[in-house]
C-alpha cells in the first residue's frame, strides 16, 4: 500500500481561482511534510514544509496539517499558469536533514488562462 | 534555480550495459540523496551520504546499482547491467542544515 497518497489525480483551474490538493499518510511515523512542485524537464522544488499542526502561508500558498489524521493539504489562490506543474507530497520520518523523504504519486495541476 | 549538477541529462544504454551518472551536490551541502522517479512519476528512495558515508540505502536491485561520494569529486551512481526496468528520470538532491532537499534536474536514462 502507497504510505503517502495523494488527489486528486489532476486538477483544473481557471487562472485567479484556487488549487486544492490533498495528501494522506498511512503511516504514523511520518511526522514532517513538505510540498514539491515539478515542472517538465525540471527536477521538484521545493515549495514549503510543515511540520505543525495547523496553517502556514507563505505568499499565495497555504500548507494544512492535522497531526492526528495525517492529512496536510496545499491551497494555491489566484493560480496562474506558471503554477501548471506536478505537485508532489513528501513525507518523512525524521526532521532533520539526513531523513530520506517517501513522495506521492502527485496531482497534476493544469492552470487555464 | 537548482545548483545542484547531474550529469549527462540524457544516457541511452543497451540492456547488460553499465550506466553511470555523476551528481555535484550544491556547494557546502554534506548529504547528498539518489532517487529514482519512473515513467509513472512513482519515486523510490536509492540511497543517502553524508561526506562521503552511506547513511541508508535500499537493497540495491540485486547488487546491479552501486553508488558512491568521494571527497573531492562529484557523486555518482552506476548500474552495471542495465535492465529496461531501470528506465527511469534518476534524481540528485543534496541538503543542508534546513532540511529542504534541492534536487538537480536528473538524469533521463533509458535502456533499449
Known amino acids: 500500500q502507497q504510505k503517502v497518497q495523494q488527489s486528486p489525480e489532476s486538477l483544473s483551474v481557471p487562472e485567479g481561482g484556487m488549487a486544492s490538493l490533498n495528501c494522506t499518510s498511512s503511516?504514523?511515523?511520518?511526522?514532517y511534510f513538505w510540498w514539491y512542485r515539478q515542472h517538465s524537464g525540471e527536477g521538484p522544488k521545493a515549495l514549503m514544509?510543515?511540520?505543525?499542526?495547523g496553517d502556514k502561508k507563505e505568499g499565495r500558498f497555504t500548507a494544512h496539517l492535522n497531526k492526528a489524521s495525517l492529512h496536510v493539504s496545499l491551497h494555491i489562490r489566484d493560480s496562474q499558469p506558471s503554477d501548471s506543474a506536478l505537485y508532489f507530497c513528501?513525507?518523512?520520518?525524521?526532521?532533520?536533514?539526513?531523513?530520506?523523504?517517501?513522495f506521492g504519486d502527485g496531482t497534476v495541476l493544469t492552470v487555464k488562462p | 534555480n537548482s545548483k545542484v549538477i547531474q550529469t549527462p541529462r540524457y544516457l541511452v544504454k543497451g540492456q547488460g550495459q553499465k550506466a553511470k551518472m555523476r551528481c555535484i551536490p550544491e556547494?557546502?551541502?554534506?548529504?547528498v540523496f539518489w532517487y529514482q522517479q519512473n515513467k509513472n512519476n512513482e519515486f523510490k528512495f536509492l540511497i543517502n551520504?553524508?561526506?562521503?558515508?552511506?547513511?541508508?540505502q535500499i537493497d540495491m536491485t540485486e547488487k546491479r546499482f552501486s553508488a558512491e561520494c568521494p571527497s573531492n569529486s562529484p557523486c555518482s551512481l552506476e548500474i552495471q547491467s542495465s535492465e529496461a526496468g531501470d528506465s527511469a528520470l534518476y534524481l540528485c538532491?543534496?541538503?543542508?542544515?534546513?532540511?529542504?532537499?534541492?534536487f538537480g534536474p536528473g538524469t533521463r536514462l533509458t535502456v533499449l
Open positions: 551520504f553524508q561526506n562521503q558515508e552511506v547513511l541508508q
Open positions: 514544509s510543515i511540520f505543525s499542526d
Open positions: 556547494k557546502g551541502h554534506p548529504v
Open positions: 538532491a543534496s541538503s543542508l542544515s534546513n532540511y529542504e532537499q534541492y
Open positions: 503511516d504514523r511515523n511520518f511526522q
Open positions: 513528501a513525507a518523512s520520518e525524521q526532521g532533520t536533514n539526513t531523513g530520506k523523504l517517501t
